[in-house]
């Protein structure tokens, strides 16, 4: 398992940006697929981004496609999501995770976004 913890959420007018980083413990971040999930109060858990390992491939849900970007410096063991153009629709707590979650989840950063 791997320790994360989420910063840069906060509240921010529709249109707006955002970058939320993810900070690791541990000399393996490296080894790890990385990833960043988002749930509002009475829905599940989904998907927003992942990353691989080397930084080399990048997968995106569609709602956030073209808006968001997802990034690692496996130096600083963080992996960050910029999020321009934000909407309403993605206010909701931010977790990353680490191989899909299996290896460790943070503990999730809120992110409003006001129209």
């Known amino acids: 398992q791997v320790q994360l913890v989420e910063s840069g959420g906060g509240l921010v007018q529709a249109g707006g940006s955002l970058r939320l980083s993810c900070a690791a413990s541990?000399?393996?971040?490296?080894?790890?697929?990385m990833g960043w999930f988002r749930q509002v109060p009475g829905k599940e858990r989904e998907f927003v981004a992942d990353i691989r390992r080397s930084g080399g491939w990048r997968r995106y849900a569609d709602s956030v496609k073209g808006r968001f970007t997802i990034s690692r410096d496996n130096a600083k063991n963080t992996v960050y999501l910029q999020m321009n153009s934000l909407k309403p629709d993605d206010t909701a707590v931010y977790y990353c995770?680490?191989?899909?979650?299996?290896?460790?989840w943070g503990q999730g950063t809120q992110v409003t976004v006001s129209s």
């Open positions: 995770a680490a191989d899909g979650g299996a290896a460790g």
């Open positions: 541990g000399r393996t971040f490296s080894s790890y697929d």
